[in-house]
């Protein structure tokens, strides 16, 4: 086995609130290997935005510590490093592209002023050498008429423009790994389409690695090779995205994939009876956890009484595919069951 | 009070220390060496140096007919002179009130009826442009102050003139030197008004200046024939002069001299202190014995000047001349003097004011007896006291502090039951309404006024000249004081005047017109290097004498 | 640019009709008659009436007002009525005296200011920024005249490193560097205040500028935090601040009246002081007409630096 | 579907803004121009199109919440754009909106009992006695519960606002509900739930929608007819299954493609 | 109905949902934001300092050893700890502490009154001319504009000399100067709320334009005011003892204490610093307590502050 580009290890980001600590990221753990695509999907407030920044310590606030767990990369802990080290590797080996592409330019500078910052920051260039390695990254991104874009300010492109030099930015010095926080939430359905293929492509190209935060299963589908989904803090269920989503295993993964409309591919013809949606009740809890036991235990179809009380096991089925709950335990248990008695 | 020419001290350094700031001063006082004290004495006269005086407010214009207000005259004066002048080479202790002297005129007659007075100017007098002085020039200054029909006449000029040419019938020259001058009345006090500068005064301008610059820009080009000329006038910042090397009489010592306007007392004092101006005018009563302390020079002096409070004679408690004479005796005008004032003043039991021809110390009028305030309160039925208001500035020329006054005498009045209520105004708009008369409701007034002719008495209790044509604010009237006061204002000679002017203030007196309350002593605070500075008895000064060590 | 131009200095010249408008009305109800001050306790009724016909203060108020326009609009800005002095020579020296100080208090301001209200933002709930807000908001509580007086009496009278006021020496006016030796200690004073608003205001869009996306950016790429606030969020939070800088000009020009009072700084505000308490209309009107038009000129002066500032909107006005 | 009548009808809409610059106006800009289209009574007539298309100012000008700049609204016989307007807000008691939840659709300070009656109130639709009764119905109905309605809007989470949205909505019995983007701000989870109710909704009260949305999943899982609108002009729209089965326009075809399906490939 | 599994009913949101919001906070939105400002010990603090000095100016006959008008002469200027006089006397050898302690009926009245005086009517205007906008709200904002123009002190100074001097008048000629300031705040506010959705909301509703403006708009642009007429508070008195300074403010003797600081200043220098110094203090004070409740109210109406 090679080592994977990052190795997340039980990683615990508490929030100190007025309630107590909120524990946002609760003890995940997930591989990245070299030039991989991980989605990491669920609905807000489940942690996988502080997940992302987390690896790259970029969480801010006063109140948010990284409690516990290792993050390596290339086998190196973040967490041992440096503020000045981090710094290096921001932007360098690692970069990360954020959800509001109409914002993430700083508005007083021109794209060209930008990416010469970043670029001479990382790779110590001539300003020369560095205006040329910016156009290099605009054409890498497919931006149409990249000369004239150097010299533009941000409002003066489009969005999906705007977004395309995000990309640009992030991948300026030829990070190893790019963490995409929602980058396609706010945009228009044909230009977000857009950008997930030239993310695909970049990773096909240059082999970056790629963490694509997203409450969006459509993109992930799309896009990603593995999918982590996050419930309160933890991740409840990964695998393969085939797998996960053709045969979701965790209540929640399922619920999440069944209350999306889809496009019907036939006519529904007059007069038909229009089909409710499922719908997952309630909505996400606060990541608390006061007592033990699972966070989707409120609002699971399938809850059964340990739900409550103990927390539930992990339960792999397939290729790689777990999932964490009873029920799957249970279920995989009499299967288990069954076969070692057909066995015997 | 003499002025000390030889006290220790050249800009001194204040003594007080905040705590926190210490050992930085010290730091400070180590590094830059304190100044020793250099006593001795004076030495000669010395001739050189620019003295800068720290005045109470910048100055109106530089036109002594126009000008109004002694802060203006002072400067104007340095400049500027009048046919017949004031000695103000001494002390008031030397010269209660200042002798008549020549100025321009050399000399002069009064014709016996009183109506005609004939002037022989002084030969070989050159204005600062060159013009010569002659009788021409003095026609041409009296007319402009006067004569309605002159092409030069000007109405403000004639405005703040009129107390001086109110009596005049006609002004000619006779021949180059001699002027003649003709009163529609006798008028005894003509002289003395030709020296005065509390309103308009009577300096003589060169008139081809006049007829260059017309009457309103005159001011900006002060041209006269006194012992300074003009250089240049910063407005708000300075006022500077140099030596008239031309001057007829005796030259002054000083190179220059600058007047700065410095209208907070607190920074006037300050600037003193820091060594940026050699004198100041007006000090805070309270920064009197500090500076004295610190070294400082005090010169103080007795002018014309009378700290008053008239009376509202048309209001129906102070109709009762029980309670003005009540008021009188409630007011402590030595404690004022010596607590509030800390012995700036003198207190004033006179209505007429020391440096004057009728002056005489009536102590036994309303000295301080707070308990016959009481009887003559309860026998005017006001045993519980009652309420008015006294209306009074909040500054202004020759106010002193108004307003701590005013309050010192709202408290001792309320030691007696009369409840005072403070109506403050600011100086230009209470004169405004002081000169309309005291209003309806309000009990008292005060002002501070004076002039070294005891004709001034007339102004503030004729009947007559009850505002708003006059400054009986409150509406005295007493045909008795009337005639005297005619009488006085007609007579032939000075003496007799006088004797009239003193039955006048008797009259006043008797009746608690007024409530005269201190004498100011004009305090002039110098460092130790000025010298020969002399305060007179009077609201301004000459600086020929000033020389600088 | 040029048709912006034309509009604002066209609503420019509405808001300067307005303000000589309400000067003129103002003025007619301020008690005291600026002639009667004028001649002394000892004029007559006569000459005074003599006097203000002579004025023309017997005229009705539409009238004078009007005439009082057309004077303006043909360069005549009257004479003063205390002073006996074109206007013009009385205001605009007093005018630039003022805007000297203000000018530089303005600098304390900037140099103090906005330095104070960055570093408070970047530490924001620290000691520094509690420390520093509660001192500006201290600062700006404090009673002008009462600081005036402690700062002469500590580094004028204790210390002796400055005058006490004035403008310039009396004895020997020197050039600027005497200027400059009697401006510290009445333009720090001036600035107290504003520097305060200045701080406290550049903190507020501080920590909303480095809250910004687009610093997050930076941050995710590596770019040094000093590098982050001094160059691109500074830069972000600057327009708003070229905004208020521009409204305590305004401040500075009306409100150092204490402070010349004090300092005896011969300025347009204790000249107004003076002339409005002695009635003397024509330099009111002149005066508080040329503050306003400064005023309303570095705002408009602000508002295009603000324009030229953001390249959104710099075509607008380029 | 020819059985049903028309109850909304919009002509001819043009809506033409004085572009906003930093000094004052400037150029025009058209937002809208030639929308033409009826809503049947009784459908849901989605209105789809991307971000700047002109969709929500159509949406704001049949309510007459934006002045049309010229063009015509029928609703239900009445001339919407002439109506004075005391007959504009008797009118407005037939027709309400939901906004897309973006926190400021409720007044932060009052609470939101008192904004679901406000509507009551204003048409005068039950005696003042019951009115908190029929609150608390209303609230039950749309899944919230009784003693909320003294709350605040700030205690809500998104989806519980889209519930009260709905039942504000809701409180003047209109025939006519105008959706403007209901669930975009929405996880996936609850915008399950809020379709739901309002399909729940329509069934019970027999209600007439317009659905505004970029999203064609929505409109395909909601509507019966709709229209595609790109830079302010309607290039295509008809019943939902011709539209997107068999779109005529590039754009719509543009729009289909670029859906991203959970599908894994 | 038919596909659903879990969702029989429309489901409530459990208990475990919700935001955060919902969890900590309670009622209503004053009782909200008096927790929020209960959190604020720099607030606290000043709340406390200024209910204490108003209960002293209340209490004023009862706590002052001294008659506040009536001084000794003889004993004028004693410093601080002067037997019988714990903070010295004044110019008039009156006890400043008893001074202070009456100086609080004026300077706080000062400080407040002309406040709330003008604030209904900068909230008509402000409102107005914002939520009409167009021609009449224009020529509201016209007028304002010309109002800023003139200089604050100057127009104080100038209203302050037509009225005369005196309590009344000062707090007069302060309202009338802080008019379009407030109103400024309010027509901004404005503006910005008559943007949202709830307005929109309210129309859809029926609403008329006063409903909405009273209803809607009132409760949310009186927060900023609130807000911008605390810290105005604290510059009223700091404005007011500045118009004492220049004697167009409260007359004396009465001990408001600007009339005090302003009384004092002539001896200042003079080695007598407590008279100006002991009343600037308590106006230093009181001002910075009005500022920083200001502050605390401000981010007691932050709704970040209030979640966090």
Redesign the interface.
């Known amino acids: 086995m090679t080592e994977p580009l990052l190795r997340v290890e039980n990683l615990q980001t508490h929030f100190a609130s007025e309630l107590g600590t909120i524990k946002a990221v609760d003890g995940v753990s997930f591989d990245i290997p070299r030039g991989g695509i991980l989605g990491m999907v669920g609905e807000s407030g489940s942690g996988k935005s502080v997940t992302g920044l987390s690896i790259l310590r970029l969480l801010g606030s006063r109140n948010a510590t990284i409690a516990g767990g290792r993050i390596l990369f290339r086998g190196e802990d973040l967490l041992t490093k440096s503020e000045a080290e981090m710094r290096a590797i921001r932007g360098g080996s690692i970069s990360m592209v954020f959800q509001n592409a109409m914002t993430s330019l700083d508005p007083f500078f021109r794209v060209g002023e930008q990416l010469v910052e970043v670029l001479r920051l990382h790779q110590g260039l001539s300003k020369k050498e560095a205006r040329e390695k910016a156009l290099n990254a605009l054409e890498l991104v497919r931006i149409p008429d990249p000369v004239a874009k150097l010299k533009s300010h941000p409002h003066q492109l489009s969005g999906g423009q705007r977004q395309r030099v995000v990309v640009a930015l992030a991948l300026a010095c030829e990070p190893d790994l790019l963490i995409a926080d929602e980058p396609t939430t706010a945009l228009d359905a044909t230009v977000q389409k857009q950008i997930i293929e030239l993310l695909q492509e970049i990773n096909q190209e240059l082999g970056t690695a790629i963490l694509m935060v997203t409450h969006d299963m459509g993109v992930v589908a799309h896009m990603c090779r593995t999918v982590a989904v996050m419930y309160a803090g933890r991740i409840v269920e990964h695998g393969d995205v085939a797998d996960v989503l053709r045969t979701p295993q965790h209540p929640y993964t399922r619920g999440l994939m069944a209350s999306v409309p889809r496009l019907r591919t036939e006519a529904a013809g007059e007069g038909h009876v229009r089909q409710r949606l499922y719908q997952i009740g309630g909505s996400a809890p606060l990541p608390l956890r006061l007592t033990d036991g699972c966070a989707f235990a409120p609002r699971c179809p399938e809850v059964g009484p340990e739900c409550w009380e103990v927390d539930p096991p992990t339960v792999a089925s397939g290729a790689g595919q777990e999932a964490v709950c009873h029920r799957r335990a249970e279920e995989k248990a009499e299967l288990t069951g069954v076969a070692q008695h057909v066995g015997a | 009070m003499l002025t000390t020419f030889d006290r220790r001290g050249r800009r001194p350094r204040a003594g007080r220390l905040s705590a926190g700031l210490l050992a930085l001063a010290l730091l400070v006082s180590a590094c830059g060496g304190a100044d020793a004290a250099d006593d001795g004495p004076a030495g000669d006269p010395q001739s050189g140096g620019t003295l800068a005086i720290g005045i109470e407010s910048d100055t109106d214009v530089l036109d002594p007919h126009r000008a109004g207000g002694w802060v203006t005259y002072r400067v104007n004066r340095q400049m500027y002179e009048a046919l017949v002048d004031e000695d103000l080479s001494k002390t008031s202790e030397e010269a209660p009130i200042p002798e008549i002297v020549p100025g321009l005129a050399e000399s002069w007659e009064v014709s016996e009826d009183g109506l005609t007075y004939t002037f022989h100017l002084r030969e070989g007098v050159t204005f600062h442009d060159g013009t010569d002085f002659d009788a021409d020039a003095v026609v041409f200054n009296v007319r402009r102050m006067s004569d309605p029909t002159f092409e030069f006449y000007d109405d403000r000029s004639a405005g703040q003139t009129v107390f001086v040419w109110q009596h005049l019938q006609s002004v000619t020259a006779v021949d180059p030197l001699t002027v003649e001058m003709t009163m529609k009345q006798p008028f005894s006090a003509f002289l003395r008004l030709l020296t005065q500068g509390g309103g308009g005064s009577t300096g003589i301008i060169s008139p081809t200046a006049l007829a260059e610059y017309g009457n309103d820009e005159i001011a900006d080009h002060p041209t006269g024939t006194g012992p300074f000329r003009f250089v240049d006038r910063v407005r708000g910042q300075r006022i500077t002069l140099e030596r008239n090397e031309d001057y007829w009489g005796e030259k002054p010592y000083l190179d220059s001299v600058v007047f700065r306007p410095l209208p907070d007392p607190s920074t006037r004092v300050s600037a003193l202190r820091a060594g940026e101006v050699d004198m100041i005018a007006v000090p805070s009563p309270d920064s009197v014995s500090s500076l004295e302390e610190a070294g400082f020079d005090v010169a103080t002096s007795a002018p014309p000047h009378l700290w008053y409070l008239a009376f509202n004679m048309t209001d129906p408690i102070f109709s009762d001349i029980r309670v003005r004479q009540a008021v009188n005796y409630a007011i402590n005008r030595e404690g004022m003097s010596e607590d509030l004032l800390r012995g700036t003043t003198n207190p004033a039991y006179s209505v007429l004011p020391p440096a004057n021809s009728a002056y005489e110390a009536s102590e036994e009028y309303f000295e301080y007896d707070p308990e016959r305030a009481k009887e003559l309160l309860a026998e005017a039925g006001y045993a519980d006291g009652f309420e008015t208001t006294l209306m009074t500035s909040v500054d202004g020329s020759g106010q002193i502090v108004p307003v701590p006054m005013a309050e010192y005498i709202q408290q001792d009045l309320a030691d007696v039951g009369i409840r005072v209520k403070l109506d403050t105004t600011e100086w230009i708009t209470y004169l405004t309404e002081w000169a309309e008369g005291i209003p309806a409701g309000t009990g008292m007034a005060q002002m501070s006024w004076g002039m070294t002719t005891p004709y001034w008495l007339r102004n503030v209790t004729s009947s007559t000249l009850q505002a708003p044509n006059g400054s009986n604010v409150g509406h005295y009237s007493n045909p008795a004081l009337d005639e005297v006061m005619q009488q006085a204002a007609t007579a032939l000679d000075e003496a007799t005047a006088d004797e009239l002017w003193r039955t006048a203030a008797e009259i006043v007196h008797e009746d608690a017109a007024l409530a005269p309350i201190v004498n100011d002593k004009a305090p002039y605070v110098l460092s130790g290097d000025v010298q020969g500075f002399v305060n007179p008895s009077e609201e301004w000064y000459d600086l020929t004498s000033v020389w600088l060590r | 640019m040029v048709g912006?131009l034309a509009?604002?200095a066209g609503?420019m010249i509405?808001?300067?009709l307005?303000?000589s408008v309400?000067?003129f009305l103002?003025?007619q109800?301020?008690?005291?008659?600026p002639v009667?001050?004028?001649?002394?306790?000892?004029?007559?009724?006569e000459?005074?009436a003599?006097?203000r016909a002579?004025l023309g203060l017997d005229q009705p108020l539409v009238q004078q007002y009007v005439s009082y326009l057309g004077g303006l609009v043909q360069g005549d800005l009257n004479?003063s009525l205390?002073?006996?002095?074109p206007v013009a020579?009385?205001v605009f020296?007093?005018l630039g005296?003022t805007i000297i100080l203000a000018a530089g208090a303005l600098v304390i301001c900037l140099v103090i200011g906005v330095p104070l209200g960055v570093l408070a933002a970047t530490r924001q709930?620290s000691l520094f920024d509690r420390g520093a807000m509660?001192l500006s908001?201290?600062g700006?509580?404090?009673?002008?005249?009462?600081a005036a007086?402690?700062v002469?009496?500590?580094f004028?009278?204790?210390?002796?490193?400055l005058?006490?006021?004035?403008?310039?020496?009396?004895?020997?006016?020197g050039g600027l560097g005497d200027l400059l030796r009697h401006l510290v200690l009445p333009a720090a004073t001036a600035a107290v205040v504003p520097t305060a608003v200045i701080a406290r205001l550049t903190r507020s869009v501080m920590v909303e500028a480095l809250q910004?996306?687009?610093i997050?950016?930076?941050?995710?790429?590596?770019?040094?935090e000093r590098q982050i606030v001094w160059k691109?969020a500074l830069?972000?939070a600057l327009p708003p601040i070229v905004n208020i800088v521009g409204l305590q000009v305004?401040?500075l020009?009306?409100?150092v009246?204490?402070i010349e009072?004090?300092?005896?700084w011969?300025?347009l505000?204790?000249?107004?002081?003076?002339s409005?308490?002695?009635?003397d209309m024509p330099i009111i009107q002149a005066g508080?007409l040329f503050?306003?038009l400064v005023?309303?000129v570095v705002n408009l002066i602000a508002d295009i630096v603000v324009?030229l500032?953001?390249?959104?909107?710099r075509e607008?006005?380029g | 579907m020819s059985g049903r009548d028309v109850l909304v009808q919009a002509q001819d809409l043009r809506k033409v803004y004085a572009k906003p610059t930093l000094f004052g106006t400037g150029e025009e800009f058209v937002a809208v121009q030639g929308a033409t289209f009826d809503v049947l009574r009784g459908e849901t007539f989605g209105l789809i199109g991307e971000s700047g298309s002109g969709k929500t100012t159509i949406g704001r000008m049949l309510l007459r919440l934006v002045e049309p700049t010229s063009g015509f609204v029928g609703f239900d016989g009445h001339d919407v754009t002439r109506l004075t307007p005391k007959g504009m807000r008797r009118l407005r008691q037939r027709m309400q909106i939901v906004f897309q939840d973006s926190g400021s659709a409720f007044n932060p300070r009052r609470a939101v009992g008192e904004q679901v009656a406000f509507p009551m109130r204003q048409f005068d639709l039950c005696p003042a006695g019951e009115v908190r009764d029929r609150v608390v119905d209303l609230l039950e109905h749309v899944g919230l519960r009784a003693d909320q309605a003294d709350r605040y809007p700030h205690e809500f989470s998104g989806g519980q606002r889209q519930r009260l949205g709905i039942a504000r909505a809701l409180a003047s019995e209109p025939e006519f509900l105008l959706l403007d983007e209901p669930t975009s701000a929405l996880d996936v989870s609850v915008q399950a739930q809020i379709l739901n109710l309002l399909q729940q909704l329509q069934e019970e009260r027999h209600l007439t929608m317009l659905l505004i949305t970029h999203n064609l999943a929505l409109v395909q899982h909601m509507c019966d007819r709709a229209a595609v609108l790109h830079h302010g002009e309607l290039v295509e729209s008809g019943p939902v299954d011709d539209v997107f089965h068999t779109p005529q326009h590039e754009v719509t075809r543009r729009l289909l493609d670029a859906v991203l399906e959970p599908v894994a490939a | 109905m038919t596909s659903t599994t879990l969702g029989q009913k429309v489901v409530s949101p459990v208990a475990a949902g919700d935001t955060v919001a919902a969890h900590i906070t309670s009622r209503s939105r004053p009782a909200l934001m008096w927790r929020a400002l209960r959190r604020d010990k720099a607030a606290v603090v000043s709340i406390g300092i200024l209910v204490f000095l108003t209960l002293v100016a209340v209490f004023a006959p009862l706590l002052a050893p001294y008659d506040p008008l009536d001084g000794d002469a003889s004993q004028r200027l004693e410093g601080i700890g002067t037997p019988g006089h714990l903070l010295g006397l004044d110019g008039q050898g009156r006890d400043i502490l008893s001074r202070l302690i009456y100086g609080g009926r004026y300077s706080l009245t000062v400080a407040v009154l002309p406040v709330l005086a003008a604030a209904p009517i900068a909230l008509l205007i402000g409102m107005f001319a914002g939520y009409f906008g167009g021609r009449a709200g224009n020529a509201v904002m016209r007028v304002l504009d010309v109002l800023f123009a003139f200089p604050v002190v100057l127009l104080a100074i100038a209203i302050a000399a037509v009225l005369g001097p005196g309590l009344a008048n000062v707090m007069l000629a302060i309202g009338i100067t802080m008019v379009p300031y407030m109103a400024r705040v309010v027509y901004t506010a404005t503006v910005q709320e008559s943007a949202k959705e709830y307005v929109e909301a309210a129309r859809a509703a029926g609403a008329t334009q006063a409903q909405i403006l009273r209803q809607q708009l009132m409760p949310n642009v009186m927060s900023p005011l609130v807000v911008y007429g605390t810290s105005l508070c604290g510059l009223m008195i700091v404005l007011a003892a500045g118009l004492s300074f220049l004697g167009v403010g409260v007359t004396p003797p009465a001990p408001d204490w600007g009339v005090m600081t302003s009384d004092g200043r002539s001896v200042l220098l003079e080695g007598y610093g407590h008279v100006a110094t002991i009343p600037g203090l308590v106006i230093l004070v009181a001002a910075l307590a009005f500022n920083l409740i200001g502050d605390g109210i401000r981010d007691a109406l932050d709704p970040h502050k209030q979640t966090s």
């Open positions: 912006y509009r604002r609503s509405l808001v300067l307005g303000v309400l000067v103002i003025m109800l301020v008690p005291g008659d009667r001050t004028m001649l002394g306790p000892t004029a007559t009724a000459s005074i003599a006097v002579d004479t205390t002073m006996a002095q020579e009385i020296p007093k005296n709930y509660f908001l201290a700006a509580s404090v009673p002008v005249y009462w007086l402690v002469i009496s500590v004028a009278l204790e210390l002796g490193w005058p006490t006021s004035g403008m310039y020496d009396v004895r020997e006016p910004q996306d687009h997050r950016m930076l941050r995710a790429n590596g770019v040094p691109h830069r972000n305004g401040y020009l009306g409100g009246i204490f009072v004090v300092f005896s011969p300025g505000g204790g000249q107004l002081y003076t409005i308490t002695s009635n508080v503050i306003a005023f309303v324009a500032l953001d390249p959104r909107t607008a006005v």
